[in-house]
T-cell receptor, first 110, second 114 residues
Framework: RKEVEQDPGPFNVPEGATVAFNCTYSNSASQSFFWYRQDCRKEPKLLMS???SGNEDGRFTAQLNRASQYISLLIRDSKLSDSATYLCVVAYQAGTALIFGKGTTLSVSS | GAGVSQSPSNKVTEKGKDVELRCDPISGHTALYWYRQSLGQGLEFLIYFQGNSAPDKSGLPSDRFSAERTGGSVSTLTIQRTQQEDSAVYLC????????????FGPGTRLTVL
């Protein structure tokens, strides 16, 4: 079993749609959780950290369920500029190596 | 401000040659990480340096891979006797506890081994 598993995608949605990505992780001792975004042939960039209480940043909402070892990302009112690969990422401790899922590709069309 | 920089941006080499990849972290960042991303694969951790502590080398795939960090700043990843399966994008990241340990990535070095 891979350490971080994500929906295979790709997700093709129209502008304005709501889309949800899911992710599971295998190590229950993981302490830090993130969603990164990676555009084609670019480096990953932090989209948002994920906290146990859930957190929101504009159109983006992230949820963490430690009991189920499950992380989600919800994007509301999708924009063309949201088209990218979304990477689910965990770390055993803050400041240590990141463990990446393979990513889910989102394509938003007009 | 300046982000993480890496050089070269692209490197083409022949099988069996040695290569050196360079990373300049964000000034003041105490931690530096190397990852690689192969075609169709996720990002894979290689090694990380945290301050003056011994590096965590647990992700290095073979003894052909090594890295050093001089003066707590610039890092060099060396791959000896390159193989075709080493072809990948090598990404460097740096972080600081003062910035929540968020890892900021450089643009990567695309290595092609012929």
């Amino acid at each position: 079993r891979k350490e971080v598993e994500q929906d295979p995608g790709p997700f093709n949605v129209p502008e304005g749609a709501t889309v949800a990505f899911n992710c599971t992780y295998s190590n229950s001792a993981s302490q830090s959780f993130f969603w990164y975004r990676q555009d084609c042939r670019k480096e990953p960039k932090l989209l948002m950290s994920v906290y146990s209480s859930g957190n929101e940043d504009g159109r983006f909402t992230a949820q963490l369920n430690r009991a189920s070892q499950y992380i989600s990302l919800l994007i509301r009112d999708s924009k063309l500029s949201d088209s990218a690969t979304y990477l689910c990422v965990v770390a055993y401790q803050a400041g240590t190596a990141l463990i990446f899922g393979k990513g889910t590709t989102l394509s938003v069309s007009s | 401000g300046a982000g993480v920089s890496q050089s070269p941006s692209n490197k083409v080499t022949e099988k069996g040659k040695d290569v050196e990849l360079r990373c300049d972290p964000i000034s003041g960042h105490t931690a530096l990480y190397w990852y690689r991303q192969s075609l169709g694969q996720g990002l894979e951790f290689l090694i990380y340096f945290q301050g003056n502590s011994a590096p965590d080398k647990s992700g290095l795939p073979s003894d052909r891979f090594s890295a050093e960090r001089t003066g707590g700043s610039v890092s060099t990843l060396t791959i000896q006797r390159t193989q075709q399966e080493d072809s990948a994008v090598y990404l460097c990241a740096s972080s600081s506890p003062g910035q929540g340990d968020t890892q900021y990535f450089g643009p990567g070095t695309r290595l092609t081994v012929l």
